[in-house]
């Protein structure tokens, strides 16, 4: 996400260059980091607001997964304590860039070409 927020500061200061840059407008090139400075705000809504996580990055889609599974297994009698359902979401999000490292390092060593090989 940070590189998102990077992405969109580079652009609204490119804006804002372009818009401090006509001679109609009342501001001096020197401002432009002023500007955007004070658009921080905003610029940290947007990225926020678009969630540009994939989803298995996601708290909440692990957390509504896991309440799901106590749901299900509540069904069969199982009990799934509500403490339990955090200790779980830490666990496999503590897990995930883990399994995702050894996942990666598989198909390294699994693939038929060097790297760089077309």
């Known amino acids: 996400m940070a590189d998102?927020?990077?992405?969109v500061t580079n652009q609204v200061a490119a804006v804002?260059?372009?818009?401090?840059?006509?001679?109609?407008v009342r501001a001096d090139i020197s401002a432009v980091p002023a500007i955007v400075a004070a658009l921080t705000p905003l610029i940290d809504a947007i990225v926020h607001s678009t969630n540009t996580e994939p989803f298995y990055r996601s708290r909440v889609f692990?957390?509504?997964l896991i309440s799901l599974l106590a749901?299900?297994?509540g069904a069969f009698g199982i009990v799934?304590?509500?403490e339990l359902?955090?200790?779980v979401l830490t666990v496999v999000m503590a897990?995930?860039?883990?399994?995702g490292g050894l996942y990666a390092?598989?198909?390294?060593?699994k693939a038929k070409k060097p790297l760089g090989s077309k």
């Open 62 to 64: 692990w957390g509504s």
């Open 85 to 87: 359902q955090g200790t």
């Open 105 to 109: 390092l598989y198909g390294r060593f």
């Open 95 to 99: 897990a995930l860039p883990l399994v």
């Open 71 to 73: 749901v299900v297994l």
């Open 4 to 7: 998102t927020k990077q992405e």
């Open 80 to 82: 799934f304590p509500a």
């Open 16 to 24: 804002v260059a372009t818009a401090v840059s006509k001679p109609e």
